[in-house]
């Protein structure tokens, strides 16, 4: 039995590097290539030999990525819709990261959770007992929702940047609306300007009411993608005073300064949390250290004391 756990572990560990290659992809060859397909304008000269074009591509996008996608396939046909759509709603939160696209994630799910749950049984074949199977247990559900939590938690940093950058981003839309651009233009310098995911948002509406959408349908799309509060209230604001006829610059003046206010709040809010979040650590490490390096020394005088050691 531990030869054959040694072989499943050693599997396990060997299976890693291939599924790196599938999660992590080939980004900078993608980013290289979508940066010479912009640049030449899609547009291509003479012939192209696809033997070539497949040679360019990494080992994990000749290899692995086909059997990725029959895998997801698979898993898309075996999951419910709605536990598809939450994932890929997911994804958009966390910002469509380039190398966990839907295919992979559903792939990584399931070996993920093959890899635990063999791991698991193995574990417990080798130990019958109730903390192995807890461990079985434990190791199979990381294994299946440990990509749910990691972009979920990609997915909430992301809300985090946009609302901090939202107060200044505000700011440069304002004065550049007060001294004379229009609203898309104003938007186009800010997001231009800017870094960040809440630039790349923009910048993303901007091509959509390029597209035809309105701006409604555009900015309402910006908080399905986004999901931060301020930005969906900004946004109904906006929509509101379209609607109404209200004057644009008054709006966006109203709104930054509402947003530096709530800045400000929330960070006050922060620092009046600090003293309650170091209550644990100042009594359960500094404080017995102290009374130690205080008392220590009298107490062992006291001992030796009472003991009959000194005069």
């Known amino acids: 039995m531990p030869a054959l756990i040694f072989f499943a572990v050693l599997c396990i560990v060997g299976a890693m590097p291939v599924l790196w290659i599938s999660v992590a992809g080939s980004r900078r060859i993608n980013e290289a290539a979508t940066t010479q397909n912009l640049r030449r304008g899609l547009a291509t000269t003479g012939t192209t030999d696809l033997r070539q074009v497949l040679l360019t591509k990494s080992a994990g996008e000749r290899a692995v990525r086909p059997a990725m996608q029959r895998i997801a396939g698979l898993v898309r046909r075996l999951m419910p819709a709605g536990v598809v759509d939450a994932l890929e709603h997911k994804i958009v939160l966390a910002g469509r990261p380039v190398q966990w696209p839907l295919e992979r994630v559903l792939a990584g799910k399931l070996i993920l959770g093959a890899a635990g749950l063999v791991f698991g049984f193995l574990s417990f074949s080798a130990n019958p007992s109730p903390k192995s199977l807890l461990f079985a247990f434990a190791a199979t559900g990381?294994?299946?929702f440990g990509p749910d939590?990691?972009?979920?938690?990609?997915?909430?940093?992301?809300?985090?940047?946009?609302e901090r950058a939202l107060p200044d981003t505000l700011d440069q839309i304002t004065i550049c609306v007060e001294a004379g651009l229009g609203f898309e233009a104003?938007?186009?310098?800010?997001g231009g300007a800017g870094s960040g995911p809440l630039a790349d948002e923009i910048v993303r509406t901007l091509q959509q009411m390029q597209l035809g959408s309105t701006r409604g349908q555009a900015l309402r799309g910006l908080t399905e993608r986004t999901e931060a509060p301020d930005l969906r209230r900004f946004v109904v604001a906006l929509v509101q005073a379209e609607a109404y006829g209200l004057p644009i610059a008054d709006v966006l003046r109203t709104?930054?300064?509402?947003?530096?206010k709530k800045?400000?709040?929330?960070a006050e809010e922060h620092a009046m949390k600090i003293p309650v979040k170091i209550i644990f650590p100042l009594v359960l490490c500094i404080l017995?250290?102290?009374m130690i390096m205080v008392m220590g020394p009298a107490g062992i005088r006291m001992s030796k004391?009472?003991?009959g050691g000194l005069p």
Do not use: K, N, V, Y
């Open 149 to 162: 939590l990691i972009l979920s938690r990609r997915g909430r940093e992301r809300q985090a940047q946009i």
């Open 186 to 190: 104003a938007m186009a310098r800010a």
């Open 288 to 290: 017995p250290t102290l």
């Open 255 to 260: 709104q930054a300064s509402e947003l530096r």
């Open 305 to 307: 004391f009472f003991s």
């Open 142 to 144: 990381l294994g299946l």
């Open 263 to 266: 800045r400000r709040q929330r």
